[in-house]
C-alpha cells in the first residue's frame, strides 16, 4: 500500500491568512502551481495511492486557520482511506483544551509550524503542548509552509532545534516535512540521532535534483529507512511525487555517479509509515489487512536450469490456482504512477 503522509485541504485559500493567501496565488500566477486544495480537488488527487494523512494548520500571529472540524469532518467522510491532523498553535491560550477536542473528533496527531507561529521548537509553553501528545500517542508533524511570509522566523524552522525535544521526549513520533529543506544534511543528522524521529519527502520528491543529493545522503548516513512518502498536496500531486522518485537515478545514466537502489525506493514509496508513527485508525487497519493478504497471496518462486545456450536461468512462479496461472504478488507490479508507482504547504 502506498500513504501519502502529506496532503492539506482547505475550503478556500484565505485560510491560510492574508499574506499566505496572497504570496501563494502570485507564486501560482508565476509557475503555475495548484491552488485547488478543495476536497474535491483532493479526492481526484489521492485516486493513485490507499491512503492519505490530511494535515491541519493554524497559525495565530498570521491570521491563518483551517478549522479542526473541517478536517475531521473530511477524513471521516472516508476513514478507510483519510486520517486527520490536527493544526495546533502552541502559542495559543487554549492548545491543551484544543488538542484534547481534536482527539474526541478522532483526529490522530498533532501539526505545528514554528516558523510561521513565531516560536523556538523548545519553548516551554510548546513543551506542554509535546508533552500531551506523548500522553495521548499522537504523533507530532513538523511543517514548514512556503512560501514564506516576511513575518516566518526562519530560525525557528531549522531542523537541529528539535533535536532537544527529542531527547526530553524520546517516545514522541515526530516528522520532519521537507526532510527539514534548506537544512537536509542537519534533518538526516537528526533522524539517525533519534529513533523516533522521521522525515517526509514532500516538497523534496519534486525537485529531482535535490532529491538524487538527499537520497545519496540519506543512504550514506544509513537512515534511508527513516524517510517517508510524501507529496505536499495541493503544491504537487502525489503522482508526480511518486514518479520523480522512481526516476531518480536518471542523473547517474551513463555516468560514473552513483545510483539508488530501485529497491530502497520502492521501500521509501511502499513504507508503512502509520505503523512507524504509532497510528491505529480504520486507514491503519485496512492497510495491515492488505498487507497480511498480500503475503499470503505471493507465489513461490522457484529457480530452474536451463541448458547453457541460455545465459541465465528462468523463474517459474508456482501458484495454488486451478488452472496453473500465477497471480502477481507485490514485487510484480509495474512502477508507474499507479498503486506501485503511482502538490507541501
Not at 508565476?30 to 481526484?44: F, M, T, Y
Not at 524552522?157 to 531527547?167: H, I, M, Q, S
Request: overall charge negative; glycine content about 8%; some cysteine.
Amino acid at each position: 500500500m502506498i500513504i501519502d503522509l502529506h496532503t492539506h485541504v482547505w475550503a478556500n485559500l484565505d485560510q491560510l491568512g492574508p499574506e499566505l493567501a496572497a504570496r501563494r496565488r502570485r507564486h501560482a500566477a508565476g509557475n503555475g502551481a495548484q491552488l485547488d486544495a478543495s476536497p474535491a480537488a483532493h479526492e481526484r488527487a489521492m485516486g493513485c495511492v490507499d491512503g492519505a494523512v490530511v494535515l491541519g494548520f493554524r497559525a495565530d500571529r498570521v491570521g491563518a486557520r483551517i478549522p479542526n472540524e473541517f478536517i475531521a469532518g473530511f477524513a471521516a467522510k472516508d476513514p478507510r482511506r483519510r486520517v486527520g491532523i490536527a493544526g495546533i498553535d502552541p502559542m495559543s491560550d487554549d492548545v491543551l483544551d484544543e488538542i484534547d477536542a481534536a482527539v474526541g473528533m478522532g483526529l490522530v496527531g498533532v501539526t505545528v509550524s514554528p516558523a510561521s507561529q513565531g516560536f523556538h521548537p523548545a519553548h516551554s509553553e510548546a513543551m506542554r503542548v509535546y508533552e500531551r501528545c506523548a500522553e495521548l500517542a499522537l504523533p507530532l508533524f513538523v511543517t514548514m509552509e512556503e512560501p514564506l511570509t516576511a513575518a516566518a522566523v526562519l530560525e525557528f524552522a531549522r531542523p537541529g532545534a528539535w533535536d532537544e525535544v527529542a531527547r526530553a521526549l524520546p517516545t514522541l513520533p515526530m516528522v520532519i516535512s521537507q526532510v527539514g529543506h534548506p537544512w537536509i544534511d542537519e534533518a538526516l543528522v537528526l533522524v539517525g540521532k533519534h529513533d523516533r524521529v522521521y522525515a517526509d519527502l514532500s516538497g523534496v520528491a519534486t525537485r529531482p535534483w535535490q532529491l538524487y543529493n538527499t537520497l545519496l545522503s540519506a543512504s550514506s548516513m544509513g537512515v534511508m529507512d527513516k524517510l517517508l512518502f510524501g507529496s505536499g498536496f495541493p503544491n504537487f500531486s502525489p503522482t508526480r511525487a511518486i514518479e520523480s522518485v522512481y526516476s531518480v537515478n536518471a542523473y547517474s545514466h551513463g555516468t560514473q555517479l552513483p545510483s539508488i537502489p530501485r529497491s530502497a525506493l520502492r521501500a521509501i514509496i511502499e513504507k508503512d509509515s502509520l505503523a512507524c508513527l504509532g497510528i491505529n485508525s480504520e486507514m491503519a487497519a485496512v492497510q495491515r489487512e492488505d498487507r497480511e493478504e498480500h503475503a499470503l497471496e505471493t507465489p513461490v518462486v522457484e529457480v530452474v536450469r536451463v541448458p547453457e545456450a541460455i545465459e541465465s536461468p528462468v523463474e517459474i512462479a508456482s501458484s495454488p490456482d486451478a488452472d496453473g496461472s500465477a497471480e502477481p504478488g507485490p514485487a510484480d507490479r509495474g512502477s508507474g504512477p499507479g498503486r506501485d508507482g503511482g502538490e507541501p504547504l
